[in-house]
């Protein structure tokens, strides 16, 4: 039950992101899309791996991953700026 609460945790903060990108209220790049995404992907991924889910694992790791590298660059463009 515990895992179900955090896979629906994970899913509402993916939607949420999602949902506010194509209002055009953040935008894909911004800092906070890309903390949804890595968050809530993030813990999708954990359960997918305890519950032993491999495609649906393969898929939240790369989600992740895609959220981990837009946020580094994101903060790597804005250092190089300064």
Same mark, same amino acid.
């Given at each position: 039950? *515990?895992?179900? @609460?955090?896979?629906?945790? !994970?899913? /509402?903060? %993916?939607?949420?992101?999602?949902?506010? =990108?194509?209002?055009?209220?953040?935008?894909?790049?911004?800092?906070?899309? *890309?903390?949804? @995404?890595?968050?809530?992907? !993030?813990? /999708?991924? %954990?359960?997918?791996?305890?519950?032993? =889910?491999?495609?649906?694992?393969?898929?939240?790791?790369?989600?992740?991953?895609?959220?981990?590298?837009?946020?580094?660059?994101?903060?790597?463009?804005?250092?190089?700026?300064?």
């Amino acid at each position: 039950m *515990l895992t179900e @609460m955090f896979a629906y945790l !994970g899913m /509402l903060l %993916i939607l949420s992101a999602f949902f506010l =990108e194509t209002q055009n209220k953040i935008h894909s790049k911004a800092t906070t899309y *890309l903390l949804l @995404m890595a968050i809530g992907s !993030g813990i /999708l991924a %954990i359960r997918a791996f305890l519950i032993q =889910e491999w495609a649906f694992f393969i898929l939240e790791v790369a989600w992740f991953a895609a959220a981990i590298l837009g946020f580094y660059t994101r903060i790597s463009s804005s250092e190089n700026e300064s």
